[in-house]
């Protein structure tokens, strides 16, 4: 049976995380001295690989592996392989999305294991920028990464969270660069999740005012494209590609929802930005783990919200949730 919410949406989509871990500190994403978790209560390759047959099962055909950076954890790789003998039997696209780090040393892997087009995290092409962003020197390594990828026949769409002050001025540069190397381009508005050194009020760019910037200098025409995702297209007639716009701010796209997330710890949270949650670790190691995961999905139907309820509007607000995305899955 397909998992359908309450609000008739079907949902096909899957994002899991198999680690919160990372190899950078994203200003906007987590802290400097970040804890991560205990790795005894991450779940095991096997209750990941149990996970995603159990989705499968009802329905789910997209599978996105996310993290924190899921090409740090080890065996991520045998995770892939296994999911990927699913393409074509349940299964049509699996997916992922990583900062490019470590991507030059597994992107044939991926491609042999049947992921056709991933997601790669970059704010800026310029080294500095990178260091003072990601709080690491790492520029070099994410370009000779999605170039590995490229060169392994791997579609690279670029994600590039749009910063007030930071790479504003970038983004035309961001996207020329990314058009005439074959990829897409997707712009995020920052979103409120887990404690941060900086104000994400003064982080804060809507993309709207970003469109807007662009369409003086570049003739947009709205795209029918979709990945399966939450982003809305245009096509950039001078460059010949294509532009993304994420906007859980300026353009609540809740309506269309077709995903939910679960993270290394097994908790699925049916909106990225609510509270609600159904524990899927505990039914994984319960006397009868199938039964179990198919009745907390169906939980999970029951409590996803209509919408989400993100909001920046002042400074020193909380964040609306305490989690920081690199533990929910990004």
């Not at 899957?14 to 400097?32: G, I």
């Not at 205990?38 to 996310?66: C, D, K, Q, Y």
């Not at 699996?94 to 704010?123: K, P, Q």
């Not at 790492?138 to 670029?158: C, H, T």
Request: overall charge neutral; hydrophobic content about 40%.
């Amino acid at each position: 049976m397909n998992l359908i919410d309450q609000f008739q949406r079907r949902i096909s989509y899957l994002r899991l995380s198999v680690t919160d871990r990372c190899d950078l500190r994203c200003t906007y994403c987590m802290p400097e001295r970040q804890t991560f978790l205990p790795r005894s209560e991450v779940l095991s390759l096997e209750e990941l690989h149990r996970l995603a047959l159990g989705f499968i099962a009802r329905g789910v055909n997209r599978i996105r592996l996310t993290g924190g950076e899921p090409l740090v954890r080890r065996d991520m790789i045998e995770l892939v392989r296994a999911l990927g003998r699913k393409l074509g039997d349940g299964l049509d696209e699996l997916t992922l999305t990583t900062n490019g780090m470590t991507l030059d040393r597994f992107a044939d892997d991926l491609a042999a294991a049947g992921v056709r087009r991933i997601n790669v995290s970059l704010d800026t092409l310029e080294r500095e920028r990178f260091s003072q962003l990601a709080r690491r020197d790492g520029l070099p390594q994410v370009l000779e990464g999605i170039a590995a990828a490229r060169a392994a026949g791997l579609a690279v769409k670029i994600n590039t969270v749009a910063l007030k002050g930071v790479n504003e001025d970038e983004i035309p540069t961001l996207m020329e660069w990314a058009h005439g190397q074959g990829m897409d381009l997707t712009l995020i508005e920052v979103m409120p999740l887990g404690e941060v050194e900086a104000d994400r009020f003064d982080q804060y760019l809507p993309l709207t005012k970003v469109r807007a910037a662009l369409e003086q200098r570049y003739t947009l025409t709205p795209s029918a494209h979709r990945t399966g995702g939450p982003a809305r297209y245009a096509e950039v007639a001078e460059t010949k590609g294509r532009i993304g716009f994420i906007t859980p701010l300026t353009g609540n796209f809740c309506d269309g929802c077709n995903r939910v997330r679960v993270t290394a710890t097994g908790q699925l949270h049916p909106c990225l930005g609510g509270h609600e949650m159904v524990d899927l670790r505990a039914a994984l190691r319960s006397g009868d783990p199938d039964a179990q995961l198919s009745a907390g999905l169906d939980r999970a139907m029951a409590i996803k919200p209509e919408r989400h309820s993100f909001a920046i509007d002042a400074h020193g607000q909380a964040p609306a949730l305490a989690r920081h995305m690199s533990a929910t899955g990004g």
